[in-house]
C-alpha cells in the first residue's frame, strides 16, 4: 500500500510565477489535510478537505491561496503570485476518517527566488 | 485552538544513553500523535496515542489524557535517532504541533 506521495519534490518559483503542489492521499483516504513548515518552524495547519468539499480553510491566507480534492486525481494547492515569504516545505496529509492518524507525505520543498 | 508545548526545546545525547521528552497541551484533545523528523526533513510517524502507552522497539509513549500531557521515551539511544521529534494533537480534525524537540545524538 503506497504511502501519501507529494509531487514535485522540490519545486523553485520566482517571484509572481504560481506554484502548484499536488498530493495523492494513500489509498482509501478520503481527508486530506496541507500543513506548512516556515524554515526552523514547526508544523502549520492550512486546509481541510474531503472530496469536492473544503471542510476547513482557516489556516489559509486569505489572498493567493487556494486548495482543492476533485473527485477525480489529486489534491492540488495552489499559490498565485509567490513571494519569499511562501519559500517553506508544504506537507500533505491523509486520513481514512477525520479525527484519526494521519499519515503525512514527504514534503514539496518550494523556494521562491 | 490548543497550544501545545513541548520540553527540552534541544537535548543532545551521547549514544546509548536514554531520554524522556514531553509534550504538554492546552486543553484535551481527541486524538495525539508523535514524528520523527529526519535530517532529510522527512516526518516519519512514530505514535499515535490518545491515551495509555505504546511501545516500538527502543521507543516507547505514555498520554495522560485526564492531565493533558504525553511522554515519548527513547531508549540506548543512536545516532540515527538524531533529528527534531513533534508531538502534536487534534481537538477537532487539525493537528496543532509543538514546536518540537531538536535531538542530536553524539558517538
Known amino acids: 500500500n503506497a504511502g501519501v506521495m507529494q509531487n514535485p519534490r522540490h519545486l523553485v518559483r520566482r517571484r509572481g510565477q504560481e506554484a502548484r503542489l499536488r498530493c495523492s492521499p494513500m489509498?482509501?483516504?478520503?481527508?486530506v489535510y496541507w500543513y506548512r513548515q516556515l524554515p526552523e518552524e514547526g508544523l502549520k495547519f492550512m486546509v481541510y478537505l474531503q472530496k469536492e468539499n473544503i471542510i476547513d480553510e482557516s489556516g489559509m491566507p486569505k489572498e493567493r491561496f487556494s486548495a482543492e480534492f476533485p473527485k477525480e486525481g489529486p489534491s492540488i494547492l495552489r499559490i498565485q503570485q509567490v513571494v519569499r515569504g511562501d519559500s517553506a516545505a508544504y506537507f500533505c496529509?491523509?486520513?481514512?476518517?477525520?479525527?484519526?492518524?494521519?499519515?503525512f507525505g514527504p514534503g514539496t520543498r518550494l523556494t521562491v527566488t | 485552538g490548543i497550544q501545545v508545548e513541548q520540553s527540552p526545546p534541544d537535548l543532545i545525547l551521547q549514544e546509548g544513553a536514554n531520554s524522556t521528552l514531553r509534550c504538554n497541551f492546552s486543553d484535551s484533545v481527541n486524538n495525539l500523535q508523535w514524528f520523527h523528523q529526519n535530517p532529510w526533513g522527512q516526518l516519519i510517524n512514530l505514535f499515535y496515542?490518545?491515551?495509555g502507552t505504546k511501545q516500538n522497539g527502543r521507543l516507547s509513549a505514555t498520554t495522560v489524557a485526564t492531565e493533558r500531557y504525553s511522554l515519548l521515551y527513547i531508549s540506548s539511544s543512536q545516532t540515527t535517532d538524531s533529528g527534531v521529534y513533534f508531538c502534536?494533537?487534534?481537538?477537532?480534525?487539525?493537528?496543532?504541533f509543538g514546536e518540537g524537540t531538536q535531538l542530536t545524538v553524539n558517538p
Open positions: 496529509a491523509s486520513s481514512p476518517l477525520g479525527p484519526y492518524e494521519q499519515y
Open positions: 489509498k482509501g483516504h478520503s481527508h
Open positions: 496515542i490518545p491515551s
Open positions: 502534536a494533537g487534534t481537538s477537532g480534525s487539525r493537528l496543532t
